[in-house]
């Protein structure tokens, strides 16, 4: 039996064992997303170096799923350029997870919401432009999540 949201065992082990727990101080980026109110919240945190995401770390308060996927983005993104971190999708998160009951398809949208607002603080902090496509999601997820 896998639970009564039918887990993957992908989603249990992050659940259980979740990798990049924490926070970094001084961060060059973070994002929040979420909303106590619904029950998860979601904080991401990036230490960048030449465009790089060096270092990638969340604080999340929510349900299992809530923490997988915060968990399995930091394993996506860590290493990646900038540019190559703003193409996460939801659809990657649930496939590195091999999956997510319907239900619960909505914290994958969590965590790249809070990635998205990670690279946003990251670029604003450092003066650098803000890509159209990620100032109108900054815009809609500032809407979504108040």
């Known amino acids: ?8 065992k992908k989603v249990l082990k992050h ?13 060059d980026g973070t994002g929040e997303v979420g909303n106590l109110a619904c029950g998860d919240v ?15 770390k969340f604080e999340t308060y929510g349900c299992a799923a ?13 290493g990646k350029t900038i540019e190559e971190a703003m193409q996460m ?10 999956g997510l009951p319907p239900i619960k398809i909505h914290c994958s949208l ?4 809070a990635l998205s607002e990670a690279i946003y603080d990251f670029l604003k902090k450092s003066k650098k432009d ?3 496509e990620l100032e109108k999601r900054h815009q809609r997820i500032k809407i979504l999540h108040k």
């Not at 979601?42 to 790089?52: A, E």
Request: without cysteine; glycine residues 4%; neutral net charge.
């Open 89 to 98: 999708t939801n659809k990657s998160v649930i496939d590195s997870l091999d």
């Open 130 to 132: 803000i890509p159209e």
């Open 42 to 56: 979601m904080k991401l945190y990036l230490k960048v170096k030449d465009n790089v995401i060096e270092d990638v």
């Open 15 to 27: 659940f259980r064992n979740p990798h990049n727990l924490g926070r970094i101080d001084r961060a």
């Open 1 to 8: 039996m896998r639970g009564q949201f039918n887990y993957s």
């Open 110 to 113: 969590l965590s790249v919401d």
């Open 66 to 78: 809530a923490i997988a996927t915060s968990s399995v983005i930091t394993d996506l993104v860590k």
